[in-house]
């Protein structure tokens, strides 16, 4: 779901929880970094791809260093994009799809909170609180 500023897309990351966050560097109420930041604090979990016209190595460098999954400079080549869409998406798919049966012990458990949602995948990282089968 498009959203025109940092604010916008906190609200609809909140509300439809994506897979991916694609997002510019430069945003009218704040930065690509500063938003991934506020994203990273609620989910940790959540790819995020920034993409800028104004990049720098450097600046790329400090991006990935705090977890940005991938820096891409305009213009962008679309065809590494998508692969790096696949494979962010891949990165998030797989953590859900590797709990397999272990992820039984949430089925009862409904929420639309990205925060609720991160602290479930950080409990059902803990094997002692998950069940014998």
Partial sequence: MPAKD??????QISIS?????????????TDGLNLF????QV?????????????SIPLAVAATQ?????????????AHLLKQVQAALGTNT????????EN??????FTRSPQ?????????RWPCLMPAY
């Fill in 6 to 11: 940092g604010e916008g897309a906190l609200a």
């Fill in 116 to 124: 609720m949602e991160n602290l479930i995948s950080q409990a059902s």
């Fill in 43 to 55: 989910n940790s979990t959540l790819p995020v791809i920034i993409l800028t016209a104004y990049g």
């Fill in 66 to 78: 705090r977890g940005v999954f991938d820096f891409l400079t305009e213009p962008i080549d679309v």
């Fill in 104 to 109: 039984a012990w949430r089925e009862g458990i």
């Fill in 17 to 29: 929880q994506p897979a991916l966050v694609i997002t510019e560097l430069r945003l009218p109420d």
């Fill in 94 to 101: 797989n953590q859900n799809a590797n709990l397999g049966k």
């Fill in 37 to 40: 930041d506020t994203i990273h």
